[in-house]
């Protein structure tokens, strides 16, 4: 499956963005998805993840209230509508999908990664 995140830019504190990552080639209800993101010098880490069918969502402590991450799977895509946002969120956002994770967790290791969309948070 090829993921291609977007939705990236430049945003002042308190500002939104919404992300999208469009799935293609595999069968998209097959693949929990997840978000994570790397900020320059650091490890990266996850953000937000969704199940198959879409009602069961995990959140990062430092991102819970503040994204929420949805999926529409006739239109192959899943989002991540992120509000509030921090200097701190600055970072590269990949989207990732897996087949084999039937629960989701923060730990769990994704087989498919799009290449990142730029976050800038100004403050």
């Known amino acids: 499956v090829q993921l291609q995140a977007s939705g990236g830019g430049l945003v002042q504190a308190g500002g939104s963005l919404s992300l999208s990552c469009a799935s293609s080639g595999g069968t998209f209800t097959n693949y929990a998805v997840g978000w994570f993101r790397q900020a320059p010098g650091k490890e990266r880490e996850f953000v937000a993840a969704i199940s198959r069918s879409g009602p069961a969502t995990v959140y990062a402590d430092s991102v819970k209230g503040r994204f929420t991450i949805s999926r529409d799977n006739a239109e192959n895509t899943v989002y991540l509508q992120m509000n509030s946002l921090k200097p701190e969120d600055t970072a590269v956002y990949y989207c990732?999908?897996?087949?084999?994770?039937?629960?989701?967790?923060?730990?769990?290791?994704?087989?498919?990664w799009g290449q990142g969309t730029q976050v800038t948070v100004s403050s």
């Open positions: 990732a999908a897996s087949s084999r994770i039937w629960v989701l967790s923060p730990f769990a290791e994704y087989d498919y």
